[in-house]
């Protein structure tokens, strides 16, 4: 009897690990994905604003609605995902990302392409923050930190895809190009999630109907959780800020004040 649990145990261990990796690999790519979608805005910025004579007001908007979109995106995703499941939710926010991303490809004025980057971004933020919940809750937590790591360093992967591709891409077709292209990884990813199953810890927290209601309550149940929650809200508002201010603009920068081409 005893060998006979300690095979069943071993090889549920082997079956977790396989799906932990699985879900690792997956959230990387989706995370590389996001890093690869944010990074293009900033190189395709100012053929756009050649192309729909825009003024800086205008071309700044458009990372703006984005980042607005991913907020919304990544606080309605996630909700839904304690509700409906994680798989699930990122399933249709990659759609969502995917989808429009393309569609902004053939954005025919500025209103349109408000519209295509807000909802993309919507789908972005859903994907953003899901996909580092699946991959953290398929691993123990002493191996948790290890696995997120990886997850991050999918998006450094897509901040450097994107170079590489606007290097390419932005000669031969323009910046509708890129932007096609850019769906592509979305669709590699959707097939990706569509493989994994909802993590254990939270199937078994369904089974045992502990979900909450208004799980956000828990952000200012007590003094002690609104000061967490409002820190936290400030550090990753000015990293934010300051990150995608400088990765966004930074392209644009180079190519008008510096002289710098992709040709």
Do not use: C
């Not at 095979?7 to 549920?12: C, L």
């Not at 999918?154 to 910046?175: D, F």
């Not at 990884?185 to 502990?210: G, H, Y």
């Amino acid at each position: 009897m005893t060998d006979r649990a300690d095979s069943q145990t071993t090889t549920t261990a082997g079956a977790g690990d396989k799906y932990a990796k699985k879900a690792v690999v997956a959230s990387s790519v989706g995370y590389a994905m996001d890093g690869f979608d944010l990074l293009i805005i900033g190189f395709a910025l100012a053929s756009i604003t050649a192309t729909f004579s825009l003024s800086e007001p205008q071309a700044g908007a458009l990372a703006t609605f984005t980042l607005v979109g991913a907020v919304l995106g990544g606080v309605g995703f996630g909700m839904l995902s304690d509700r409906f499941g994680r798989v699930k939710m990122l399933t249709w926010s990659i759609l969502l990302f995917a989808v429009f991303t393309g569609l902004t490809a053939v954005a025919w004025d500025y209103p349109s392409l408000v519209v295509f980057r807000f909802i993309a971004g919507i789908g972005l933020g859903g994907e953003f923050g899901i996909g580092m919940t699946l991959a953290a809750e398929a691993w123990p937590a002493k191996k948790r930190a290890r696995a997120t790591a990886w997850v991050a360093n999918g998006w450094q992967l897509g901040t450097l895809l994107a170079t590489g591709a606007a290097a390419l891409l932005l000669p031969l077709g323009g910046w509708r190009l890129l932007f096609a292209v850019g769906a592509f990884p979305a669709v590699v990813a959707f097939f990706l999630r569509r493989q994994l199953e909802e993590p254990l810890k939270f199937v078994e927290v369904m089974r045992k109907d502990q979900r909450e209601k208004f799980p956000v309550r828990a952000l200012v149940a007590d003094a002690r959780s609104i000061r967490t929650s409002i820190g936290v809200l400030i550090l990753a508002s000015v990293q934010n800020f300051g990150y995608y201010g400088i990765m966004i603009w930074l392209p644009t920068y180079l190519a008008n004040d510096i002289g710098y081409s992709y040709n």
